[in-house]
């Protein structure tokens, strides 16, 4: 659904976009609290004021930043092929580990969020339950498809897919060459009888130029 | 083995000790950076400087409490009996269960120490190499001791268990109700096909006062 867009809202959402992804940036290499508005407002090319025009303060950036990041994994696992799903989460995790400081915001902001008054409470109540039910979802698919079919309980499957995640990255982000995420999750998936395609399931290969 | 203390230094000991349980309570019930030198000494019965003839400062007092609730845990996971390890991690869990601020506060500090700078990195780096290979020593005794032994990887294992307790922490307490860490824990042990003594697999029966 295209709509026509006044040039005027083009241009806006240009630089929404630019702000947002100079928020991301900054928080990922630096944390939260110690970036500020007028950091972001300097590498995005624009003025404080000119900031706060898009964009109320840095809750509302913060939040934002999270669910954007959020709606390019959902693109990523909503593609064709579902016979691939379980890949997919595996390519994920790798994602994830080639941007340490985007995890690390991640990590840092959940263990915060525990917090009801923390501004990203909700967004996190939220997130783990649509990713709960996504994940059981996906797993319920997969163990009926298995042959013959897994008798494992989606839901708790899934909440122990998600937990087992995130704590991989508490440890990784402690001590990287320690912990093999993208292999323990692998590991965890083929313990339930879950093969995962190795084009998925081995690092990959190292560039050659 | 106990050596006779000067009386000076008994007294020196239990003011540590009591500066330690304010510490740990008022660090769980309001999160590290909310609690000042000055709020311990107080709830401590002592004055500021009183305190500080004690422990040099806010960050010393992180870790002398972090570690003190390890040394704590180890005496529990190492009494006789090795038979019931594994219902003692379940127990382990199910004592977290009683302090959400004290697991908040794990949660929050392992979240933040992710950065070399941290005041509790290097006890945390620490920490998670003992906690994995106490880990793998535990699952490598129960694994061989099943009939047919289980051919799971006891360091990939424990790993995993590590992380799943952790990130099970993040989901609990952003939403209680939606997330039993103890049947979580179990059922991953079940999948694996360890299982636990039914005593620790089920919630203690409500009191009957």
Known sequence: MTEAIPRQGRKGERTR????????E????????AVSLRDIAAHAGLTHAGLLHHFPGKDSLLIEVLSRRDEIDAKVMSRPDPGDLLGRVVDQV????RTPGLVGLYVKIS??????DHPAHQYFVERYQRLRRQGARLLSELFNRASPPLP?????VSQQLIALIDGLQTQWLLEPEAVD???SVVAFLSQLGLDVPPAHAEPDPPHHP
Not at 17 to 22: G, P
Not at 26 to 33: A, D, K, N, T, V
């Open 17 to 24: 976009s630019r702000i947002l992804d100079s928020a991301m």
């Open 152 to 156: 494992h309980d989606p839901d708790a």
């Open 94 to 97: 790798t994602r994830n580990m």
């Open 26 to 33: 900054l928080f990922s290499r630096s944390g939260f609290h």
């Open 181 to 183: 995420m993208r292999a």
């Open 111 to 116: 263990g915060e969020a525990a917090d009801p």
